[in-house]
C-alpha cells in the first residue's frame, strides 16, 4: 500500500511502515515542508497515498468526505513523541490492515479508533 506520511511525522515512522511492506515517503521528502495544506493534500491525491498525519485540519469530514479520497488516517497520540507515535502506529497496523482504511476518515489515540467509511 502507498502511504505518505505529513510533514510531522519522523524518519522511523516512514522506516517501519517500510519495514511491514508498505510504499512509504513524506512530504518532507518531496520538498513540500511547509507548503500549504492545499497543496499537501493534492499530491496525495495525485499519488493516491493513505495520509498519516497529526494535523487536525484533516478532521474535517465536511471538507474530507470518505470516499472521495485515498484515505486519512489522523493520530492523536497523547504525547508527540516519536516513540508515542510509533507505539500507536504499531497498535493500528496490528488491529487493521491499512489497505481496509482506503477512502476513509480515520483518528485513532491509544485507546480507540473511529473510522468513518463511504457511504
Keep these: 500500500m502507498l502511504i ?3 510533514e ?7 522506516e517501519f ?8 515517503d ?5 520538498g513540500l515542508s511547509g507548503a500549504t495544506d492545499e497543496v499537501v ?9 493513505l ?8 478532521s474535517d469530514v465536511r471538507r474530507f468526505p470518505p470516499g472521495t479520497h485515498p484515505g486519512i488516517l489522523l493520530l492523536r497520540p497523547r504525547s508527540r513523541s516519536r516513540q508515542a507515535i510509533l507505539d500507536l502506529l504499531s497498535r493500528i497496523v496490528n488491529e487493521y490492515s491499512l489497505e481496509s482504511l482506503q ?11 473511529r473510522i468513518r467509511r463511504p457511504s
Design 17 to 24: 511502515l517500510r519495514q511491514i511492506g508498505h510504499g512509504c
Design 8 to 14: 510531522n511525522m519522523s524518519n522511523a515512522h516512514t
Design 41 to 49: 493534500w493534492q499530491q496525495v491525491c495525485l499519488e493516491q497515498r
Design 51 to 58: 495520509f498519516i498525519t497529526l494535523d487536525l485540519d484533516f
Design 26 to 30: 513524506r512530504v518532507t521528502d518531496e
Design 103 to 113: 477512502g476513509c476518515l480515520v483518528v485513532a489515540d491509544e485507546i480507540q479508533t
Design 4 to 6: 505518505k506520511l505529513d
